[in-house]
Nanobody, 123 residues
């Protein structure tokens, strides 16, 4: 069973930055696809970022493009979602997901999910 663990959420003021971490053992292989999702209260879970297996393509939701970026530390089996210029509408529980041999055209088909981390953007 693949375990996924997010961390780094918290309270931040509008315009601020936050970095989320996601760790899992399968990040050592390039066949691991990575997705970030968020779910705001009363709303459906939405995909905000995906990088496919073998780095074939990368996708960002328009709502975060230019503000959120992904980096990866293979040695630590960890990926980081750097979030900048945060807005109140970014408030949500953020989830990391992963799977093997998955393309971003199937970004809602990830099998392995973390427990989520709360991000609150408020003054």
């Amino acid at each position: 069973q693949v375990q996924v663990a997010e961390s780094g959420g918290g309270l931040v003021q509008p315009g601020g930055s936050l970095r989320l971490s996601c760790a899992t053992s399968i990040f050592t292989t390039d066949s691991a696809a990575i997705g970030w999702f968020r779910q705001a209260p009363g709303k459906q879970r939405e995909a905000i970022f995906c990088t496919s297996s073998w780095h074939a393509n990368r996708w960002y939701a328009d709502s975060v493009k230019g503000r959120f970026t992904l980096s990866r530390d293979k040695a630590k089996n960890t990926v980081y979602l750097q979030m900048s210029s945060l807005r109140p509408e970014d408030t949500a529980v953020y989830y990391c997901a992963t799977d093997l041999d998955l393309g971003c055209n199937h970004k809602y088909d990830f099998n392995y999910w973390g427990q989520g981390t709360q991000v609150t953007v408020s003054s």
